[in-house]
């Protein structure tokens, strides 16, 4: 009988083990779940980048005033008889 109650004590403190410290732990679930809570914020953000580049190529592939507008603000075009000022802040 002694040894019976032995054996399901070694039983009892490996699953404890394992529950506290152990792989699959409740530290390890704890640890787990504010990954994916991180992860599911970036996929979100992710998301609505995505959203965003591409209602920015359908606005180019569509239409010209997406690219002219990018050409004004990335490559400083200007169009035939305009006149281009650049106000410098001494500031």
Do not use: C
């Not at 054996?7 to 394992?18: D, E, I, N």
């Not at 390890?28 to 809570?37: G, S």
Request: hydrophobic share 45%.
């Amino acid at each position: 009988m002694k040894w019976l109650v032995a054996v399901l004590v070694v039983f009892v403190a490996m699953f404890q083990y394992r529950l506290w410290v152990g792989e699959g732990s409740i530290a390890d679930v704890v640890r787990l779940e504010r990954e994916i809570a991180r992860q599911e914020a970036d996929n979100e953000r992710l998301r609505e980048r995505n959203k965003q580049l591409a209602a920015e190529v359908d606005a180019l592939k569509t239409g010209d005033d997406a690219i002219e507008e990018r050409a004004r603000s990335d490559m400083g075009m200007i169009k035939e008889g305009e006149t281009f000022f650049m106000i410098i802040d001494d500031q």
